[in-house]
């Protein structure tokens, strides 16, 4: 959602319009700019990619399972 958020702010597009053009990648966001307003919304693009979006994207940390002893029939 951060690269939805950042090519919105980039482009003045509304929100649905801006997450359209982040899911068609590779594509142009911004043409004909000079190279130090590229720069910066490159960096702004690359840090919004970077980051991660927010705990539904955190990945659990499991636990490997404990080793179990052999187990012996009958007694």
């Known amino acids: 959602m951060d690269v ?16 359209v053009l982040a899911t ?14 590229g720069a910066g919304c490159l960096t ?11 705990p539904e994207t955190a990945q659990p940390q499991r636990k490997a399972p404990a080793p179990r002893g052999t187990r012996r029939s009958g007694a």
Do not use: D, Y
């Open 4 to 19: 939805v958020q950042v090519v919105r702010r980039l482009t003045g597009l509304s929100l649905w319009h801006s997450k």
């Open 24 to 37: 068609q990648v590779p594509t142009t966001i911004l043409a004909g700019v000079q190279r130090t307003a």
């Open 44 to 54: 702004a693009l690359s840090t919004a990619c970077s980051a991660p979006e927010g």
